[in-house]
């Protein structure tokens, strides 16, 4: 069964193999299939300036083979959203503080989507972030990703009005961690347990979120 593993810079050394795959597949999937040509490498791997130490990864693994996974990234840091896409939030200020994350690089591999390899993502991300004391998630997605996290039994609020994107509309959002929506897309992923494995001794997210003065 796909298991989601936690990486992160306490534990990425046992991991190497593992996020160069990751990251070559990032590639594969943003640059080749979905043609995201501002993010293309040379060495056919898409890493940029918030894969740092302060980043973490579920990782999706079948017998060390990736199949999917995902980064979050503390919202008390410059990030994504207040870097890049802040004029896709309208009439707030960007979210940000020590209970939400941002989540970026989504993905499942091609062969793997239309199974349980999904949902099993999707719980386990609920997972992470109900251990860590985590609120809220931030995200920038194309609108096809509502109504997909809706029927996970997501509970999401937009953060402004669709834009277009790359040449698709997207949207800033704020999805609510619960134990509801944990419990729901277990049911769909057909989960009697927990997926997530967390390696001994590594430390937790909110031991690594920066302390910023206000």
């Not at 740092?52 to 999706?60: C, F, P, R, T, V």
Request: aromatic share 8%.
């Amino acid at each position: 069964m796909t298991s989601i593993h936690i990486v992160n810079d306490e534990n990425r050394a046992g991991y190497e193999a593992i996020l160069d795959e990751y990251f070559r597949l990032r590639h594969e999937i943003f640059v080749g299939e979905r043609g995201w040509h501002d993010l293309e490498q040379p060495n056919g791997r898409e890493v940029d300036a918030y894969d740092n130490e302060q980043a973490s990864y579920l990782i999706a693994l079948d017998h060390d083979r990736v199949v999917g996974g995902l980064r979050l990234y503390p919202t008390v840091l410059p990030h994504m959203i207040s870097q890049s896409f802040a004029h896709l939030v309208r009439g707030q200020d960007v979210l940000s503080g020590p209970t939400i994350l941002e989540c970026t690089r989504y993905f499942i591999v091609r062969e793997r989507r239309m199974g349980r390899t999904d949902c099993r993502l999707l719980a386990a991300f609920q997972q992470f972030c109900l251990e860590e004391g985590v609120t809220e998630v931030t995200a920038v997605v194309e609108m096809w990703w509502l109504p997909r996290w809706q029927q996970a039994g997501f509970n999401v609020r937009p953060l402004g009005l669709p834009t277009m994107v790359a040449g698709q509309p997207c949207i800033a959002a704020a999805i609510q961690i619960s134990d509801n929506s944990l419990r729901h897309v277990s049911r769909l992923a057909g989960l009697r347990g927990s997926c997530l494995m967390r390696a001994t001794g590594a430390s937790t997210f909110t031991d690594k979120v920066p302390h910023v003065a206000t």
